[in-house]
């Protein structure tokens, strides 16, 4: 019965580690997470280490899930470095423009608060990891077109790309860690 029972279990868990590679929303992938935990902790119990079990019940279960979704519900803001603009943005004006128009709507429609800055100097890698700049806009005077720069490891610029497709003035140019920008 035992030896019946683990392996339903062990087969639980590997159903719930391909839910947790495949699934989508983040909340209902900490609640698999936290799941998967229970289910290990209940293998060590009838593998006889209940102390092992007592640990991933406090930490895979209980203090793991809880850093995600600290962290998940803190990512709501959407940096972005303006080196278009070199210092001409006023504070207390509307941002105008095509691109300020695709992101109103891009971080309306993730519910993140844009927050524009410019006038940092530095090389825009160091930017983007050091002091987690999301995007940076720049401006080819001789397209005539913006281009919108970011790792291509973050989620929200393959969503950006999708949002500018549709225009021509805008280009979406993502980079990995240690790749050129241009």
């Not at 035992?2 to 339903?8: G, V």
């Not at 941002?95 to 695709?102: K, P, S, T």
């Given at each position: 019965?035992?030896?019946?029972?683990?392996?339903?279990?062990?087969?639980?868990?590997?159903?719930?580690?391909?839910?947790?590679?495949?699934?989508?929303?983040?909340?209902?992938?900490?609640?698999?997470?936290?799941?998967?935990?229970?289910?290990?902790?209940?293998?060590?119990?009838?593998?006889?280490?209940?102390?092992?079990?007592?640990?991933?019940?406090?930490?895979?279960?209980?203090?793991?899930?809880?850093?995600?979704?600290?962290?998940?519900?803190?990512?709501?803001?959407?940096?972005?470095?303006?080196?278009?603009?070199?210092?001409?943005?006023?504070?207390?004006?509307?941002?105008?423009?095509?691109?300020?128009?695709?992101?109103?709507?891009?971080?309306?429609?993730?519910?993140?608060?844009?927050?524009?800055?410019?006038?940092?100097?530095?090389?825009?890698?160091?930017?983007?990891?050091?002091?987690?700049?999301?995007?940076?806009?720049?401006?080819?005077?001789?397209?005539?077109?913006?281009?919108?720069?970011?790792?291509?490891?973050?989620?929200?610029?393959?969503?950006?790309?999708?949002?500018?497709?549709?225009?021509?003035r805008i280009e979406v140019v993502t980079f990995k860690d240690g790749d050129p920008l241009d």
């Amino acid at each position: 019965m035992t030896d019946l029972l683990a392996t339903t279990l062990q087969i639980l868990l590997i159903i719930i580690s391909i839910a947790i590679v495949l699934h989508e929303r983040n909340f209902t992938i900490i609640i698999l997470i936290a799941s998967f935990g229970l289910i290990a902790a209940t293998l060590y119990m009838l593998n006889n280490a209940p102390d092992v079990a007592i640990a991933e019940v406090a930490i895979g279960s209980a203090i793991i899930p809880l850093i995600y979704v600290i962290s998940i519900s803190r990512q709501r803001e959407f940096i972005v470095l303006d080196k278009s603009l070199h210092g001409f943005i006023d504070p207390d004006a509307e941002l105008e423009g095509d691109v300020y128009d695709i992101l109103n709507e891009f971080v309306k429609t993730y519910d993140l608060r844009l927050n524009v800055c410019c006038d940092i100097e530095g090389d825009e890698r160091d930017l983007t990891n050091q002091l987690n700049v999301d995007l940076i806009i720049t401006f080819n005077p001789k397209t005539n077109t913006y281009m919108l720069k970011g790792k291509a490891s973050s989620v929200l610029m393959t969503k950006l790309d999708e949002l500018c497709a549709t225009n021509p003035r805008i280009e979406v140019v993502t980079f990995k860690d240690g790749d050129p920008l241009d």
